[in-house]
């Protein structure tokens, strides 16, 4: 079963940047499609940035898009998320996981606190 790892989080004021890490193991790292989520208190987890396995293709959430950069790094099993120009609304824990398939429980890590003050 894939395992992820989450860093990078903290606490930055409105306008800051900090870049998230994500450590997987567990799976075919290079083929494998990696996703980035948030939750925020009280509110379900929404997907945030998704990178492709192969070709690299990227997808962001509308609320994002301009603002946060998903990377990868398959020599060192890793999946980045930049986020620059961040909003008091980006406070959430942030999560990476592999897309939903049908008929298989996703197991989560423990995620990373992100904090913008505003």
């Known amino acids: 079963q894939v395992q992820f790892v989450e860093s990078g989080g903290g606490l930055v004021q409105a306008g800051g940047s900090l870049r998230l890490s994500c450590a997987a193991s567990?799976?075919?790292?290079?083929?494998?499609?990696i996703q980035w989520y948030r939750q925020a208190p009280g509110k379900q987890r929404d997907l945030v940035a998704s990178?492709?396995?192969?070709?690299?293709?990227?997808y962001y959430a509308g609320s994002v898009k301009g603002r946060f950069t998903i990377s990868r790094d398959n020599a060192k099993n890793t999946v980045y998320l930049q986020m620059n120009s961040l909003k008091a609304e980006d406070t959430a824990v942030y999560y990476c996981?592999?897309?939903?398939?049908?008929?298989?429980?996703?197991?989560w890590g423990q995620g990373t606190q992100v904090t913008v003050s505003s």
């Open positions: 996981n592999t897309p939903p398939r049908v008929g298989v429980v996703r197991s």
């Open positions: 567990g799976t075919t790292f290079s083929l494998t499609t």
């Open positions: 990178i492709s396995g192969g070709s690299g293709g990227t």
